[in-house]
RNA sequence: GGAGCUAUCGUCUAACGGUUAGGACAGCGCCCUUUCAAGGCGCUUGUACGGGUUCGAAUCCCGUUAGCUCUACCA
């Protein structure tokens, strides 16, 4: 018995990775991290219905791309083949150890044949409800009616069923929500494997190859959403039917929208590939999310101002602890979030900024020389919020104005303004200091102010108000370029 | 209906049972200023409710209310 940390994540392939699902994932990582142990990714696919390929490389190009890479899994490299060694890391090409496993609780009479259909199931949970209790297959008043002391074989269609406990409680000692005791009875004998021909064993259902593939592969903290806190007393008894010791459980809490309901679509964003296509940086996503039900501690304290609020990897790794996730849920603040994205673009190098806001830009922005690129990047990061709004503030150098709002023109574009424009046009020094001596000399001779005069181009070369400070305005446009602008006004 | 979880500013959160209930985001105001930002300074707003225990409760206990999860042959 090893003491190695492994951690999974463990997503049904739907059609998108839910940023909720990304900060379960990221807690698992971060602490797998933290021990240096693995880090799982395992497809839960066992509804058919709902799982493709592409879908699973949906998630898997959303992990990669918040940066959660994995020790075992799918490899991305490689379609169909896996890294690490108990695989495969698709449940639904596992079906033969769970056939395996289910076979052993029959023999140990753990598990039952239920010829129960559907119909004769909808009829007996019509009739407790209609008596005001809740329908629990072979418990209140359904008990001794199923199927469990019938001894079925499997020569006639059937599910399969487990043998809960009767009486009692169930204990589960939860590292983030400490103890919690369930009633057994408050559970029912619950279906595994889903109905099957003769001779069969069924497709089984998601709670039971949950445990065998965490036992299979090792994991030793199970670390999940909270929505699971309910399934973990139907999974215990089967941890210790099949004879495994149990894992270390942690349910961390949800993650709210706005209206204090389960987060989706109509909160704005919530698939990580929308966080991406907004311009957001996979760190800022992975600080913003560690921190919600979260607080590092650096050095044993909280962070105390705006600068201690942005930690790296390396902290985050650092200062996780289970014991310090709050047990309750939190609410999604899309505005931390665009707060945190400019911090760490106010924070990067020009260098990384300038390769990752190539999916942002128009294909011209590959052919700028590196110096170009480099004043573009210094002067728009630190006024925007996320890579997207950088590259819309640098639309300008690319895009000329077409149309020029009346309201504009007459309150910059003044006789005086243009006189002053008209001797910019003449400049030509356009080296970084010939142009601000330049411009100096300009408004010394026409006695107006550095402002007005920075507006009035503004307008002129961008059609708006808003653009980079004016020297830097007229560096990326370059002389030719701003000439060709200017014709209209002189 | 049953079982479970949760409850501090609008949001994220801090607070050995003793603090003027602290910080961050957002909002608002002022300063700086070449527009927009960034930066600086300041302000507003909170312990869900009701009972206990205690010299003393945001903190411990009970109840109420509200929200969420599970209650599937979904995961």
């Known amino acids: 018995m090893s003491s190695l940390v492994v951690t999974r994540f463990a997503p049904s392939p739907t059609g998108m990775l839910h940023i909720g699902g990304v900060r379960t994932a990221l807690f698992a990582w971060l602490f797998a991290k933290k021990n240096s142990g693995r880090f799982i990714l395992r497809i839960e696919d066992t509804d058919t219905d709902r799982s493709t390929e592409d879908n699973i490389r949906i998630i898997e190009e959303g992990m990669l791309w918040s940066g959660l890479d994995w020790d075992e899994g799918p490899d991305p490299q490689h379609l169909g083949s896996w890294l690490g060694d108990h695989g495969p890391y698709r449940q639904i090409l596992r079906m033969d150890i769970y056939k395996s496993k289910i076979t052993e609780l029959f023999d140990q009479g753990k598990a039952y044949r239920c010829r129960c259909t559907k119909e004769s199931l909808e009829e007996r949970r019509k009739e407790s409800e209609r008596s005001g209790k809740p329908f629990q297959y072979n418990r209140g008043m359904d008990f001794g009616r199923g199927c469990r002391d019938k001894h079925h074989d499997d020569s006639l269609p059937s599910s399969v069923r487990f043998a809960m406990p009767l009486g009692g409680d169930i204990i589960l000692e939860d590292a983030i929500k400490g103890m919690i005791k369930f009633p057994s009875d408050s559970l029912d004998d619950w279906i595994i494997a889903r109905w099957s021909e003769p001779g069969e064993i069924g497709v089984p259902t998601y709670n039971f190859s949950v445990v065998v593939d965490d036992v299979a592969m090792k994991v030793s903290h199970v670390i999940r959403g909270d929505d699971h806190v309910a399934n973990t007393p139907k999974q215990i008894p089967l ?31 919530a698939s990580i590939t929308e966080f991406k296509d907004l311009g957001f940086l996979a760190q800022a996503v992975r600080l913003t999310l560690a921190k919600l039900s979260w607080t590092p501690k650096i050095d044993g304290k909280v962070a105390e101002s705006a600068e201690e609020e942005i930690l790296s990897d390396a902290q985050l790794i650092d200062a ?29 190098t020009n ?11 128009p294909s011209v922005w590959q052919t700028q020389d590196i110096a170009w690129k480099n004043l573009a990047v210094s002067c728009t990061k630190e006024r925007s919020r996320t890579l997207k709004e950088m590259a819309q503030s640098l639309a300008f150098c690319w895009e000329a104005p077409q149309i020029f709002e009346e309201k504009l023109i007459i309150k910059h574009l003044t006789e005086s303004n243009r006189s002053a424009i008209r001797s910019l046009n003449l400049l030509e020094d356009w080296t970084p200091q010939g142009l601000r001596d330049g411009l100096d000399r300009i408004l010394f001779e026409h006695k107006i102010a550095l402002k007005d005069l920075a507006q009035a181009l503004r307008v002129a070369l961008t059609g708006g108000t808003i ?7 007229l560096l990326l446009l370059g002389e030719e370029e701003v000439r060709r602008r200017l014709l209209r006004w002189i």
């Open 467 to 473: 653009s980079p400070p004016i020297h830097e305005t």
């Open 320 to 348: 996780f602890n289970l014991e310090d996730i709050q047990t309750s849920p939190s609410v999604f603040d899309i505005d931390k979030l665009y707060w945190i994205n400019q911090k760490l673009i106010m924070n990067s």
């Open 239 to 269: 941890f210790e039917a099949l004879g495994y010791t149990l894992p270390v459980f942690a349910h961390v809490p949800m993650i709210l929208g706005k209206d204090k309901q389960k987060l989706s679509k109509r909160h704005g964003a």
């Open 351 to 361: 260098e990384f900024l300038m390769k990752s806001l190539e999916p942002f830009m």
